[in-house]
C-alpha cells in the first residue's frame, strides 16, 4: 500500500526558511500527482502546491506564489517543498498527497509535519 512520510517541520523565525520532504513508497510505478496541503488551527485544510509527475507542471494557490518552490526527485521518490520568506500566517500542519494512475482526487496523505513560524 501507498506511505507518505513527511518531514523537515520545526520552528522558524518569521523571514526564514524551511524545506520539507515528502517520501512515498509502496508503489511500483510513479504517481500521476502529487502535492502539498495544509491546516492551520481551527482550519479547513487547504491546497498549497502541487505538481504532475510526468511533466513537472505546477499548480499553486496565490497565497504561496513566488516563495514556495515545488519540486521532485524520480530517482529516490522523494517530493520537496522549499518554504521561503516564511510569515506567521505559514503556521500549520504541512501534509503530502498523492494522486495514484488513473485517479482524479488525492486518496493517499501523510501524517503532516508541522511548520511553526515566529514573529
Known amino acids: 500500500q501507498v506511505r507518505l512520510v513527511e518531514s523537515g517541520g520545526a520552528l522558524v523565525q518569521a523571514g526564514g526558511s524551511l524545506k520539507l520532504s515528502c517520501a512515498y513508497t509502496g508503489r511500483t510505478f510513479a504517481p500521476y500527482r502529487m502535492g502539498w496541503f495544509r491546516q492551520a488551527p481551527r482550519q479547513e485544510r487547504e491546497f498549497v502546491l502541487d505538481?504532475?509527475?510526468?511533466?513537472?507542471?505546477?499548480y499553486y494557490a496565490d497565497s504561496v506564489k513566488g516563495r514556495f518552490p515545488i519540486s521532485r526527485d524520480n530517482a529516490k521518490n522523494m517530493l520537496y517543498l522549499q518554504l521561503n520568506s516564511l510569515k506567521p500566517e505559514d503556521t500549520a500542519v504541512y501534509y503530502c498527497a498523492l494522486i495514484a494512475a488513473l485517479g482524479v482526487e488525492y486518496d493517499y496523505w501523510g501524517q503532516g509535519t508541522q511548520v511553526t513560524v515566529s514573529s
Open positions: 505538481i504532475i509527475w510526468s511533466d513537472g507542471v505546477s
